[in-house]
């Protein structure tokens, strides 16, 4: 690998240096009202036709021959930037864009008329505005980040009130979701009603669902890369929200203007400090509480142009409490996410910027109960150190090259207990951790072949070893535990090697129209165990193993992309194919409460998946009525040795069809209007088709894995929000929201009651539907000064 990187950069060096003298010009792309960085600014020379956007911290850099140009810089919602430069030497021009003076929603609107679908290279990336978002219908007034790009095609709801997300046919667990290039292990709050990303913290949002870089891995389906804001350097601001169960607050200002800055988000609920007073003594939520909250913190300092540090992080809790004073007996679950980044960026020269990153990543769960004297804990959780350095390389304008290497320090805890009575404490065995090393590296070029073809490719070396101490536990087909090989500290138990290749080809057919295609291949070495048809904290995060392989993946699509009328509208249409190796489920009859003093994947059992399909999708994105309409028609299957007798069966995430409509009207500069409707096909579920009694008991006969639908799914939420007098130094807004509208009684789960009489050795056995929402209103109020 590292042979195959040094004749790559001489080659790309030695082309660069031969054939014509050139000269750079390069910069920082900023908001002037607050000094953000503008990520993906596009970066534009009109005469000649090319172009570069601004990387991840707003830098770009372009190398052309000595001449004149009109250099222009755009950037949605912002005016453009433009001037004529006489290029003869190298120049360093840092950019800051101004809002549009009128700033309308239908001015913002219509500056995001570009054709940036049809030019890029990477099919499966979608970049969404956070303010598109903030106009979406909001659940009990909370916008979520991740209920929102289920709203575009390839990309799936867990089902009612989840925020985990399904993939192209992949798991939860097989998304990469980070937030400042921090791993977010579990992203959800009130069990899965809401994600742990609170918006107003949020400045860029990119998914990446298909032909994913090099500079990505360690999932086999998606990566969510969320940026924070880093703080507005110019001036104090405050701004908020209350809601019908939350408030939400944000700081942000200078340290230094123009050099240094911060910004701190809280958000907590408090509908349990609310509905206490309310609730009857006799009633059986008594004593029942939950609360989420969650806190977003980053601070940054510019030394120079060449020098910027970065401190952020990340803390939220959610907590259900339950308390029986008269049988005393309580319970306490809280579970939550830790991350922080540290991030130094240095520029070498014009055409070399390194960013340095060192994050820590803590997932845990745990469970606490009490009665009397007794005590029982039982907790879950998984821990990362990360290192890594990448650096971006532009040698010509035509090529964009990324490289770099990363470590991660994985300790796993699958669960483990502690029990006592007393004084007494029983014994359940040791806590048993997992530890491994996680090693990557890569290379990826963007690069220019013609005019109409462009290309991305790219290659990844990995490498994953789990190592000591550690003790595994052998068993007989009995099942009990009959020997004990113990490893010690740093030694090396197993070893995983893999060569990654990454391509994505766009051909321009003309200036309104492109075709693209990919292949990737991913590895990824940690698994995620679920015993349930959504993620939920008690699921647990186990790596590769002697025993677990790693997952693999092999994706490839193709896709046509069409603009209309000036690029007002947006059109696609894309098919793809995806192999899964190496998936891992519990055996039948296990669950994750048989860890405990045992080896998690003791109980796992392995298969095989596949998925295809194809994605439509139609967006307007100029005027006062904007929106897009996305659908996707898909297969999603899973093949275990071990379960439904070795026969190939539907995903429990399996969705034949999934359509989602999102429309927003602006009616006036203070009142504008939004929808969203979305249909999908039921879940697929496993139930009992026959029922027999032997010996006055009652055993259940169930059909094939996965071989019920529940009901379709389907909602309409509308939304109004009507913006106040804005102030100088003060603006606000009302936000009206009503989620499922028409009151449909969407299907969570299905039970079993018998209303036969036992003692008469009759059954009637019935199905029952358990919903979760009935329609709901709810308001926000807004605030900004």
């Not at 060192?358 to 009490?370: H, R």
Request: aromatic share 16%; charged share 20%.
């Amino acid at each position: 690998m590292i042979k195959f990187y040094y004749i790559f950069f001489v080659f790309i060096f030695l082309s660069y240096n031969l054939f014509s003298q050139k000269y750079t010009v390069s910069g920082y792309v900023r908001e002037k009202s607050t000094g953000e960085s503008l990520i993906g600014a596009n970066v534009y020379i009109k005469n000649i036709s090319v172009g570069t956007t601004a990387n991840h911290y707003g830098f770009y850099s372009l190398t052309l021959a000595k001449g004149e140009y009109d250099f222009t810089v755009s950037f949605i919602g912002y005016k453009d930037y433009t001037q004529h430069l006489v290029l003869n030497k190298d120049i360093k021009l840092n950019v800051s864009l101004e809002e549009n003076a009128i700033t309308t929603k239908e001015i913002i609107i219509s500056g995001e008329k570009s054709d940036k679908n049809v030019k890029n290279v990477n099919s499966g990336t979608v970049n969404i505005p956070i303010e598109t978002i903030k106009n979406l219908p909001a659940f009990l007034g909370e916008v979520d980040i991740l209920k929102s790009i289920q709203l575009l095609p390839g990309v799936q709801s867990a089902g009612e009130g989840n925020s985990g997300f399904y993939v192209r046919g992949g798991g939860p667990d097989q998304n990469l979701i980070l937030l400042d290039e921090a791993v977010v292990y579990n992203a959800s709050h009130l069990f899965g009603f809401f994600s742990v990303f609170n918006a107003d913290a949020v400045k860029d949002i990119n998914l990446i669902k298909g032909g994913m870089p090099a500079n990505y891995g360690g999932r086999l389906s998606s990566v969510l890369d969320i940026s924070m804001k880093d703080g507005n350097n110019q001036k104090y601001d405050v701004e908020g929200g209350i809601g019908l169960i939350s408030s939400r607050l944000t700081v942000q200002g200078p340290i230094i203007k123009d050099t240094s800055s911060f910004i701190v988000t809280a958000r907590r609920t408090y509908i349990d400090v609310l509905v206490e007073p309310f609730v009857k003594n006799t009633s059986k939520l008594k004593g029942t509480g939950y609360y989420f909250y969650d806190v977003n913190m980053k601070a940054n300092y510019r030394f120079s142009d060449k020098d910027k540090l970065f401190l952020s992080g990340y803390f939220g809790r959610d907590v259900f409490t339950y308390k029986n004073k008269k049988d005393g007996f309580n319970v306490r679950i809280p579970w939550g996410n830790t991350t922080t980044s540290l991030r130094w960026n240095h520029l070498f020269s014009d055409k070399l910027f390194l960013n340095t990153t060192a994050t820590y990543s803590n997932y845990k769960f745990e469970f606490q109960s009490e009665q009397s004297d007794f005590e029982f804990k039982l907790f879950s959780g998984v821990t990362d150190y990360n290192f890594k350095v990448d650096f971006n390389y532009f040698p010509t304008v035509r090529h964009n090259i990324k490289f770099g290497a990363n470590y991660i320090y994985h300790i796993f805890i699958p669960s483990s207990a502690t029990a006592r009575i007393g004084g007494t404490d029983f014994d359940t065995g040791k806590i048993l951790k997992q530890y491994a090393n996680d090693y990557a590296i890569y290379v990826n070029d963007e690069f220019d072949v013609t005019d109409k073809l462009k290309i991305n490719a790219g290659i990844r070396g990995t490498m994953f070893q789990q190592i000591g101490p550690f003790n595994r536990y052998k068993k007989n087909e009995s099942g009990v535990i009959v020997d004990t090989i113990m490893y010690s500290k740093g030694k090396i138990i197993a070893e995983y090697k893999h060569i990654e290749p990454r391509i994505s080809i766009r051909y321009t057919l003309n200036s309104s129209s492109s075709l693209k295609a990919s292949y990737t291949q991913n590895y990824q070495y940690i698994h995620l165990a679920s015993v349930s048809s959504v993620s939920l904290p008690t699921d647990i995060w186990v790596p590769s193993s002697d025993i677990v392989k790693p997952q693999f993946a092999t994706l490839y699509s193709f896709g046509y992309f069409k603009n209309f009328l000036d690029n007002m509208f947006e059109t696609s249409v894309e098919v793809y194919y995806k192999t899964m190796e190496n998936q891992i489920d519990y055996k039948e009859g296990a669950s994750p409460t048989d860890d405990v003093g045992d080896n998690s994947d003791n109980n796992f059992t392995f298969g095989s998946g596949k998925s295809y399909g194809i994605e439509l999708f139609f967006k307007k994105k100029a005027g006062n009525f904007t929106g897009w309409i996305g659908y996707t028609l898909s297969k999603t299957t899973r093949l275990f040795a071990e379960i439904n007798n070795g026969k190939e069966y539907p995903a429990k995430y399996d969705r034949t069809h999934d359509l989602s409509v999102v429309l927003s009207y602006e009616l006036s500069k203070k009142w504008t209007f939004s929808t969203v409707f979305i249909y999908a096909t039921g879940s697929a579920l496993t139930l009992p088709i026959a029922r027999y009694m032997i010996d006055s008991r009652i055993i259940n006969e169930y059909g094939p894995r996965n071989s019920f639908r529940m009901a379709p799914y389907h909602r309409m939420d509308i939304s109004a929000t009507y913006a106040g007098k804005q102030h100088k130094r003060y603006q606000s807004s009302w936000n009206f929201a009503i989620f499922n509208v028409y009151n449909r009684y969407n299907p969570y789960f299905i039970y079993f009651v018998d209303e036969g009489n036992l003692s008469e050795a009759t059954s009637n056995p019935k199905a029952k539907q358990v919903s979760l929402f009935p329609i709901l209103p709810s308001i926000t109020w807004n605030f900004k000064f």
